[in-house]
T-cell receptor, first 112, second 112 residues
Framework: AQTVTQSQPEMSVQEAETVTLSCTYD???????LFWYKQPPSRQMILVIR??????QNATENRFSVNFQKAAKSFSLKISDSQLGDTAMYFC?????????FGTGTRLLVSP | DSGVTQTPKHLITATGQRVTLRCSPR?????VYWYQQSLDQGLQFLIQ???????AKGNILERFSAQQFPDLHSELNLSSLELGDSALYFC???????????FGPGTRLTVT
């Protein structure tokens, strides 16, 4: 089975600090994409960042960056300068052809 | 706002009934995906349509069916509803198979 594993069910961080969420995945495909989605209490699924597997350079979007280790099949999300609005469930997902396969999520709480 | 719309927002119905969920993809997107998010199952891929044709099937029950119309909107039909079908149903769209998926706000289905 091609799975995505998020080993941290919950994490807490204080405002302005940095936090890293972990994700590992399994795939037999050569061409695939990796994503982090954020799901705040509103339950909307919001795309945070994407990484193409063929690119060696780690993706960055403002305060969000990834550490993509292809050989290790690892894809972690770093949130810098955490804000209260970052409080949400974060899902790692692997995409390729067709469906996304999601991890079970990490609940992040940012406190003042 | 992702550009993907879903109606209705909430649906409450009784066991044994049939409901239809509707999704309009982002302008220009040809692919539509349906996902189910329940408390104990995480996000599960149900089915994908691409330009009117079924492209991939996931863990979709035989009681569930979907279609994509010529104007590219999609409908997910759920019949003979059971209590366990209560969940948040998301529609997502993408330009093609290998691109990021943008999610609608979801339809919360409650079966009583």
């Amino acid at each position: 089975a091609q799975t995505v594993t998020q080993s941290q069910p919950e994490m807490s961080v204080q405002e302005a600090e940095t936090v890293t969420l972990s994700c590992t995945y399994d795939t037999s495909e050569n061409n695939y994409y990796l994503f982090w989605y954020k799901q705040p209490p509103s339950r909307q699924m919001i795309l945070v960042i994407r990484q193409e597997a063929y690119k060696q350079q780690n993706a960055t979007e403002n305060r969000f960056s990834v550490n993509f280790q292809k050989a290790a099949k690892s894809f972690s999300l770093k949130i810098s300068d955490s804000q209260l609005g970052d409080t949400a469930m974060y899902f790692c997902a692997r995409g390729g052809f067709q469906k996304l396969v999601f991890g079970t999520g990490t609940r992040l709480l940012v406190s003042p | 706002d992702s550009g993907v719309t879903q109606t209705p927002k909430h649906l409450i119905t009784a066991t044994g009934q049939r409901v239809t969920l509707r999704c309009s993809p982002r302008s220009g997107d040809l692919s539509v995906y349906w996902y189910q998010q329940s408390l104990d199952q995480g996000l599960q891929f149900l089915i994908q349509y691409y330009n009117g044709e079924e492209r991939a099937k996931g863990n979709i029950l035989e009681r569930f069916s979907a279609q994509q119309f010529p104007d590219l909107h999609s409908e997910l039909n759920l019949s003979s509803l059971e209590l366990g079908d209560s969940a948040l149903y998301f529609c997502a769209s993408s330009a093609s198979d290998n691109y990021e998926q943008y999610f609608g706000p979801g339809t919360r289905l409650t079966v009583t």
